[in-house]
């Protein structure tokens, strides 16, 4: 468990879509949850998203909100982040993350929680 693999990042024009994918191997529970995040070159890395496996509630930064969509297949083997209306500030290597627990979970984009696996990252680049 812990191993988490991202794809689908590439370069795409303004205004394009992508659709990220988190591949991971799977935990032997279902208190857990699976978060986007993304670093921009000299910026701080930034929450995007998150999905609790355990009920299925999802989670949005306000800077995507209403561009993404976070989901999971059926088996929980993968989740996907689907990205509309791209911008070139949306260039940026974008990492899945796993956390455990139910209150880390419920509070996945708050800068107090720790993720505890990451993916190696996936680079979205948005030209204009």
């Known amino acids: 468990e812990g191993h988490l693999v991202e794809s689908g990042g590439g370069l795409v024009q303004t205004g394009g879509s992508l659709r990220l994918s988190c591949t991971f191997s799977?935990?032997?529970?279902?208190?857990?949850?699976i978060a986007w995040f993304r670093q921009a070159p000299g910026k701080e890395r930034e929450g995007i998203s998150c999905i609790s496996r355990d009920d299925g509630h999802t989670s949005y930064t306000d800077s995507m909100r209403g561009r993404v969509t976070i989901s999971s297949d059926d088996a929980w083997n993968t989740v996907y982040l689907q990205m509309n209306s791209l911008k070139p500030e949306d260039t940026a290597v974008y990492y899945c993350?796993?956390?455990?627990?139910?209150?880390?979970?419920?509070?996945?984009?708050?800068?107090?929680?720790?993720?505890?696996?990451w993916g190696k990252g996936t680079l979205v680049t948005v030209s204009s």
């Open positions: 799977k935990f032997n529970f279902d208190d857990y949850g």
């Open positions: 993350a796993a956390v455990t627990g139910s209150w880390y979970v419920a509070n996945c984009l708050s800068p107090e929680v720790s993720m505890d696996y």
